[in-house]
């Protein structure tokens, strides 16, 4: 069974900065791509950028490039989120799926597994 679960959330005021965890297990496919999204109500999942587990190919949305960045061990992808703004508030999730390495490694349609999600609340 492929398992996600996202950790890190939490609230924190603008010009802050967050962690977010999301750890994997049960994904046997070749080239595992961990995808991180995020979503506020009545918008669809924005994708923020994705990473191969364990490796070190990655990918960003034009939107968080330089404020976020990745990395990763063996078994997880962290997000850190630097000079955070209340418009990054929202619900932040992470994916899995066989890396393509094109734009899809930032779509949502294009991953099979999924995690609860993590709540990210910036106050002004």
């Known amino acids: 069974e492929v398992r996600l679960e996202e950790s890190g959330g939490g609230s924190v005021q603008a010009g802050g900065s967050l962690t977010l965890s999301c750890t994997v297990s049960?994904?046997?496919?070749?080239?595992?791509?961990v995808g991180w999204f995020r979503q506020t109500p009545g918008k669809e999942r924005e994708g923020l950028a994705s990473?191969?587990?364990?490796?070190?190919s990655k990918m960003y949305a034009d939107s968080v490039k330089g404020r976020f960045a990745l990395s990763t061990d063996a078994n997880a992808v962290y997000l850190q989120m630097l000079r955070l703004k209340p418009d990054d508030t929202a619900m932040y999730s992470c994916?899995?799926?066989?890396?393509?390495?094109?734009?899809?490694?930032?779509?949502?349609?294009?991953?099979?597994?999924w995690g609860r999600g993590t709540q990210v609340t910036v106050s002004p």
């Open positions: 990473m191969l587990l364990g490796g070190m």
């Open positions: 994916a899995v799926h066989q890396c393509q390495w094109d734009a899809s490694d930032l779509s949502a349609y294009a991953y099979d597994f």
């Open positions: 049960g994904y046997t496919d070749s080239r595992p791509c």
